[in-house]
């Protein structure tokens, strides 16, 4: 029902984007990359955005098609088990750093793609 939700949410989001406007702060993935990591949507959705648990699978954010208004408004609002980030917390420049640096992760990677287990 969550998962449900979740995606009737994020459908509606995309049906309603508006584009990211001119004044919107730019993105700057590096900055991204500590906000990240200091907000801890690492814990959850990992590293490299592969994604992960949290009460149930967390999604992978990695090359995420979202544009960056779309994200600060499920940001914003939480998502079902997502807690919400209030602009307190994380600002939107931050919110346009992550989006930055969720499209440079590498997200899964093959077994085979990954040295140490190839030995
Ligand atoms: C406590 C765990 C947790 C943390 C921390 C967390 N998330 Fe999430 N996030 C989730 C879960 C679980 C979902 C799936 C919600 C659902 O659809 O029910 C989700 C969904 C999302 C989605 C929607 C993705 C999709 O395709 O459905 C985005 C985008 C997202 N998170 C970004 C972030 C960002 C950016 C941060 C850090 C600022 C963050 N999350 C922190 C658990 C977390």
Known sequence: MNFINGALAIALLVLCNAAWSQSAPAGDAADGKRAYLADGCFICHGRAGQGGAMNYPA???????YSAEVLK???RAGLNDMPAYAEAVLSDKD????????????GR???????????
């Open 95 to 106: 919110v346009a750093d992550i989006h930055a640096y969720l499209r440079v992760l590498p």
């Open 59 to 65: 999604p992978p954010l990695a090359q995420m098609g």
């Open 73 to 75: 408004t499920i940001l």
């Open 109 to 119: 990677r093959d077994a085979k793609d990954i040295p140490l287990l190839n030995q």
